[in-house]
C-alpha cells in the first residue's frame, strides 16, 4: 500500500460533516455505475465500506479507476469530486488480522463510536464480506474546494 498524502484538514473536515456521497465505478462496457455509499477520511483518501458480492466491487477490481462526489448537505453549499483508482482490502488480498482491522476502522470512522461488540461485529463484517475501500485521489476539484482556497487567501 502507498504512504498516504494527508488531505488537507478542511477536506477532511468536508467528508467528516458530509458522509454522503455517490461512487462511480465503469461497467465492463464501459458505461458508469453510480451507487450511494458513506465516505469518511482514510489514510490520505477518501474511505468507502462495500461489499465482496456488489456490482461496484466486480467492477472496481476490473478497473480500479473511479470517482467520488461528496456533497454539502443542503446540495449548494458546495460539493467535491475525488478521482483516482481505488485501493481495495478484501478476502482475496489481505490477511484476516488486517482486513479485521480495517473493518473495525470504518465502523469507528462512520459511527464516530470507538466501541462495540467486537467479536459480534468481526462475525456480521466477514459474513458480509465486508471491504474496505480507499480511494487516494489523483485530483480533486469542485466548489467546495474553491470555496476552501478562498477563504485560505483571506
Known sequence: M????????????FLH??????????????MPQLSIVTVYPRDGGVGIS???TRAKFKNLLRDPRCSVLVS???????????EGK??????????????????RHIFSATTRRRSAD????????????RVAMILRPDHIYGSALTRMREALAK
Open 2 to 13: 502507498p504512504t498516504p498524502n494527508p488531505l488537507a484538514p478542511q477536506i477532511e473536515q
Open 17 to 30: 460533516d458530509n458522509p454522503q456521497g455517490v461512487l462511480t465505478s465503469f461497467r465492463r462496457n464501459g
Open 50 to 52: 462495500i461489499t465482496e
Open 72 to 82: 454539502h448537505v443542503d446540495w449548494w453549499s458546495g460539493f467535491l469530486v475525488f
Open 86 to 103: 481505488a485501493e481495495l482490502l478484501h478476502s482475496g488480498n489481505t490477511d484476516p488480522e488486517t482486513l479485521r482491522l480495517a473493518r
Open 118 to 129: 467486537w467479536d459480534q461485529y468481526d462475525r456480521i463484517t466477514a459474513a458480509d464480506k
